[in-house]
């Protein structure tokens, strides 16, 4: 899917709050590697 100039903004923003998700799902899984080892 290739994003219109217009939707760039929107885009952005979306990709960033996607990779904040993959951070706090990264973090979470490493906690939870510590508590069980998998």
Do not use: C, Q, R
């Amino acid at each position: 899917m290739v994003p219109i100039i217009d939707d760039l903004p929107d885009f952005y923003k979306e990709l960033a709050s996607i990779l904040v998700d993959i951070d706090k799902l990264k973090l979470t899984l490493g906690k939870l590697n510590g508590i069980l080892p998998i």
